[in-house]
């Protein structure tokens, strides 16, 4: 595996895969797409250069699928404080 790249934000990366696991541990319906609107955010925010507009969409996109799932609502609201830790780092000068 080659070396992350400098700009590479392993700690945005770490809450993206950290809410994959709750994610795959609750098996809900439709995961498949879950987990791809997952690999969506982690992809925009893995280089450090996110936009806040771009992940605000993409978050939003998962909380709605959250809800037509039925997810367990402490799921819910563990995943979406995440979330809010994520949107907080993103267009912010990292250090």
């Known amino acids: 595996m080659p070396p992350p790249t400098p700009s590479y934000d392993p700690n945005a990366v770490a809450v993206v895969e950290s809410i994959e696991r709750t994610v795959q541990r609750l098996r809900p319906d439709r995961q498949g797409e879950i987990v791809a609107i997952l690999n969506a955010i982690e992809c925009h925010v893995e280089e450090g250069e996110g936009d806040p507009r ?21 799921a819910v609201t563990v995943i979406t404080r995440k979330l809010d830790n994520l949107r907080d780092r993103v267009g912010q000068p990292r250090g």
Not at 54 to 71: F, W
């Open 54 to 74: 771009v992940l605000r969409h993409l978050t939003d996109a998962l909380v709605a699928m959250a809800a037509i799932v039925h997810l367990d609502a402490r």
